[in-house]
């Protein structure tokens, strides 16, 4: 390698650590720039040197790593996190991708197989988010590839695609997600609702679907996906919402690429009026792609100082990224009143209006996700399923569907 790879380790002392020390010494192509044993000390480490890849033990002096590895994640979304645990279960690859960790590796640990972990992750910290300024920058010449005719075909398409998005898990996103599609769907447009947190999404179980094809098995297929094909690896809700769900099983997740979303949505757009997407709650590739084709993306908050903490992070990234601010609504859901924040408080703090707080009700949402039947319309008069349609009258009336 021209440059060595900056490592940080965030370890307690003890023999694993001294035994992941002793292996990078013996690894030219890798240096190790900084050793923290708390969160505070390794955020200065962070700032000063920007290390490549962190190493993370799976306790750091009684506090649990995937605790720190969502705090680091929240001062810097795309830090690539090696996390060392006594086991590998799917219990664990779920924790570590809730929270962005990229890899684990379980002890007793080996040169090799450390050295190609931090290789691996080292070379796909450059990917991500790349793929919002890939369509930017190759945008012109790939219209000038484009056969004679495909360009009409593109103009006459008014496919709104609509992302629900939150680093932080249980503020609704996937409830929101749901109910906005099925709203859609009841105003009369033709819309199609993806699940794209495709390592533990959950809108089958929410809308009570089972998809009659794996979605795994459409990486076979991409080569030749058109419409119809695509279909067979969709569902039909009772609404008329047309479902594609995330993969059952966590293990089949790595079989869908960001460029078969590319695909995917192109296809969509030829067909639908509205896309509604559910993403993951993390920065990666297909969460990229996803924002990246989004007329308007849905950052989901509620009245929470983490949570605005975390949607300020998300904004600043996205603007880093570029992507258009007039995209960017934001959605305070569970909204109560008297918890110390007001409405004004968190558009202050944001420096954002807020488009809609839909309400806390809890016993609707509930029974409603239970049932697997999305509440605005098993409970049209609720007020968390009046807040929605609201949302769809602002969403149709932005995007001139409005009456």
Same mark, same amino acid.
């Given at each position: 390698?021209?440059?060595?790879?900056?490592?940080?380790?965030?370890?307690?002392?003890?023999?694993?650590?001294?035994?992941?020390?002793?292996?990078?010494?013996?690894?030219?192509?890798?240096?190790?720039?900084?050793?923290?044993?708390?969160?505070?000390?390794?955020?200065?480490?962070?700032?000063?040197?920007?290390?490549?890849?962190?190493?993370?033990?799976?306790?750091?002096?009684?506090?649990?790593?995937?605790?720190?590895?969502?705090?680091?994640?929240?001062?810097?979304?795309?830090?690539?996190?090696?996390?060392?645990?006594?086991?590998?279960?799917?219990?664990?690859?779920?924790?570590?991708?809730?929270?962005?960790?990229?890899?684990?590796?379980?002890?007793?640990?080996?040169?090799?197989?450390?050295?190609?972990?931090?290789?691996?992750?080292?070379?796909?910290?450059?990917?991500?988010?790349?793929?919002?300024?890939?369509?930017?920058?190759?945008?012109?010449?790939?219209?000038?590839?484009?056969?004679?005719?495909?360009?009409?075909?593109?103009?006459?398409?008014?496919?709104?695609?609509?992302?629900?998005?939150?680093?932080?898990?249980?503020?609704?996103?996937?409830?929101?997600?749901?109910?906005?599609? %099925? *709203? !859609?769907?009841? +105003?009369?447009?033709?819309?199609?609702?993806?699940?794209? @947190? $495709?390592? =533990?999404?959950?809108?089958?179980?929410?809308?009570?679907?089972?998809?009659?094809?794996?979605?795994?098995?459409?990486?076979?297929?991409?080569?030749?996906?058109?419409?119809?094909?695509?279909?067979?690896?969709?569902?039909?809700?009772?609404?008329?919402?047309?479902?594609?769900?995330?993969?059952?099983?966590?293990?089949?997740?790595?079989?869908?690429?960001?460029?078969?979303?590319?695909?995917?949505?192109?296809?969509?757009?030829?067909?639908?009026?509205?896309?509604?997407?559910?993403?993951?709650?993390?920065?990666?590739?297909?969460?990229? %792609? *996803? !924002?990246?084709? +989004?007329?308007?993306?849905?950052?989901?908050?509620?009245? @929470? $100082?983490? =949570?605005?903490?975390?949607?300020?992070?998300?904004?600043?990234?996205?603007?880093?990224?570029?992507?258009?601010?007039?995209?960017?609504?934001?959605?305070?859901?569970?909204?109560?009143?008297?918890?110390?924040?007001?409405?004004?408080?968190?558009?202050?703090?944001?420096?954002?209006?807020?488009?809609?707080?839909?309400?806390?009700?809890?016993?609707?949402?509930?029974?409603?996700?239970?049932?697997?039947?999305?509440?605005?319309?098993?409970?049209?008069?609720?007020?968390?399923?009046?807040?929605?349609?609201?949302?769809?009258?602002?969403?149709? *009336?932005?995007?001139?569907?409005?009456?």
């Amino acid at each position: 390698m021209d440059t060595k790879i900056k490592v940080m380790l965030l370890m307690e002392e003890g023999y694993i650590k001294d035994s992941v020390k002793v292996i990078l010494s013996i690894t030219d192509d890798i240096v190790l720039v900084g050793e923290a044993d708390n969160i505070d000390a390794s955020l200065e480490i962070m700032n000063s040197f920007e290390p490549d890849v962190i190493i993370l033990g799976e306790e750091v002096n009684g506090k649990d790593g995937f605790l720190i590895s969502e705090r680091i994640m929240e001062e810097n979304p795309f830090q690539p996190i090696i996390l060392i645990a006594s086991q590998q279960n799917v219990d664990t690859y779920k924790k570590a991708l809730r929270v962005g960790v990229r890899e684990v590796l379980k002890t007793p640990l080996y040169p090799n197989e450390l050295k190609r972990a931090i290789i691996r992750v080292h070379d796909t910290k450059g990917k991500v988010g790349h793929s919002l300024y890939y369509h930017d920058i190759s945008a012109t010449s790939e219209e000038e590839q484009k056969p004679e005719g495909e360009n009409e075909i593109e103009d006459k398409n008014n496919a709104q695609v609509i992302s629900i998005f939150s680093i932080k898990g249980g503020v609704g996103k996937t409830t929101i997600s749901t109910n906005l599609a %099925v *709203a !859609l769907a009841e +105003s009369g447009k033709k819309t199609a609702l993806l699940d794209l @947190d $495709i390592y =533990s999404g959950d809108i089958a179980l929410a809308m009570n679907v089972i998809p009659k094809r794996r979605v795994a098995d459409l990486a076979n297929d991409i080569s030749r996906l058109d419409l119809d094909l695509l279909a067979s690896y969709m569902v039909k809700h009772f609404s008329g919402v047309m479902v594609f769900t995330a993969p059952f099983s966590i293990e089949h997740a790595d079989y869908i690429k960001p460029e078969h979303i590319e695909k995917i949505l192109s296809l969509l757009k030829q067909e639908y009026d509205y896309i509604v997407i559910d993403c993951p709650n993390y920065f990666y590739d297909i969460a990229m %792609v *996803a !924002l990246d084709h +989004s007329d308007m993306i849905l950052l989901v908050a509620t009245m @929470d $100082i983490l =949570s605005l903490k975390s949607i300020k992070s998300t904004i600043k990234v996205l603007e880093n990224l570029k992507v258009d601010k007039t995209k960017l609504n934001l959605v305070v859901n569970k909204y109560i009143k008297g918890v110390g924040l007001t409405l004004n408080d968190v558009e202050v703090t944001l420096a954002m209006p807020v488009t809609t707080a839909i309400p806390l009700e809890s016993q609707p949402v509930i029974s409603s996700m239970n049932q697997g039947i999305p509440f605005v319309t098993s409970m049209k008069r609720s007020k968390v399923a009046k807040a929605v349609q609201d949302l769809v009258k602002e969403i149709l *009336a932005r995007a001139g569907d409005g009456e």
